[in-house]
């Protein structure tokens, strides 16, 4: 027997993404640079159902930390839609081994199976768009007066907010260096000074070379990390433990935006 929205919605584990990979560099951002009595202005970009931005408002919400989170990403457009199209195409209708040729890296199989227990979770739940589960996800927890949804694309949502407004934007959308190159000179703009930029996956190539060139600053490991020198380097900090030299991880990646690096 399925369990009840509330029971699973409130699961942060059991819902559909990638942000476990996230927690560390929440846990440690909370506990180092967000402190109480100022409200701050965060955007994450590429929301997907949000387990990672709702981890983000529980771990703010233990130091009572006041915030407005801005989510973006485009769970309702063609675009959407023809990527879950195409995930079931190349799994329900090809043969077992074509199935098999498109899981063989373990990314994608995860990719896939977690498109698929989003269009699954829509459907027995009896939500009308994959935009109002995730409001809801957000709402069952208790985060929805928080929330800004913008069910736009990057460059859309970007247009809406002021340079230097925001304390923080986290970059999860497309991995590709292009996009991450795209996303960065939308978004970078947009933190004030002393304001963070950070995201995930920059263990891969695509995502390592559009953030090392768009800020022109060395990768260093978070666990050399200290105040004098924050705003020096691109802080790398692995999401399951591991060498810092063994790309293959995931890993998240911390800006402070301290001076100009545009």
């Known amino acids: 027997?399925?369990?009840?929205?509330?029971?699973?919605?409130?699961?942060?584990?059991?819902?559909?993404?990638?942000?476990?990979?996230?927690?560390?560099?929440?846990?440690?951002?909370?506990?180092?640079?967000?402190?109480?009595?100022?409200?701050?202005?965060?955007?994450?970009v590429g929301v997907f159902c949000g387990q990672s931005g709702l981890?983000?408002?529980?771990?703010l919400q233990r130091p009572k930390?006041?915030?407005?989170?801005?989510?973006?990403?485009?769970?309702?457009?063609?675009?959407?839609?023809?990527?879950?199209?195409?995930?079931?195409?190349?799994?329900?209708?090809?043969?077992?081994?074509?199935?098999?040729?498109?899981?063989?890296e373990p990314g994608e199989f995860l990719a896939y199976f977690q498109i698929?227990?989003?269009k699954h979770l829509v459907e027995r739940y009896g939500y009308q768009s994959y935009t109002d589960m995730v409001k809801d996800i957000f709402d069952?927890?208790?985060?929805?007066?928080?929330?800004k949804f913008s069910n736009i694309g990057s460059f859309g949502a970007s247009l809406t907010v002021k340079n230097e407004s925001l304390d923080m934007v986290m970059i999860d959308g497309e991995h590709t260096k292009k996009a991450?190159?795209?996303?960065?000179?939308?978004?970078?703009?947009k933190v004030k000074h002393g304001g963070i930029v950070c995201g995930d996956d920059f263990n891969m190539k695509g995502v390592r070379e559009a953030v090392t060139e768009h800020f022109q600053l060395s990768p260093r490991p978070i666990t050399e990390f200290?105040?004098?020198?924050?705003?020096?380097?691109?802080?790398?900090?692995?999401?399951?433990?591991g060498e810092y030299s063994d790309l293959s991880r995931p890993s998240t990646f911390i800006v402070f935006k301290e001076e100009s690096h545009e």
């Open 1 to 44: 027997m399925a369990p009840s929205k509330q029971d699973f919605f409130t699961n942060i584990e059991a819902i559909p993404g990638w942000g476990t990979n996230l927690h560390k560099m929440y846990d440690f951002l909370v506990e180092n640079f967000f402190v109480e009595n100022r409200c701050y202005k965060i955007t994450e």
């Open 55 to 59: 981890y983000l408002c529980r771990a």
């Open 65 to 104: 930390i006041e915030f407005e989170l801005s989510a973006v990403d485009m769970w309702d457009s063609d675009t959407w839609h023809q990527w879950v199209e195409r995930v079931e195409n190349e799994i329900f209708y090809c043969s077992w081994t074509q199935s098999l040729e498109q899981w063989r």
């Open 116 to 118: 698929i227990k989003m």
């Open 140 to 147: 069952i927890n208790g985060f929805g007066e928080r929330l």
């Open 180 to 189: 991450v190159m795209r996303d960065l000179g939308y978004w970078a703009r």
């Open 226 to 241: 200290n105040m004098g020198i924050k705003d020096k380097f691109i802080w790398e900090q692995k999401g399951f433990g």
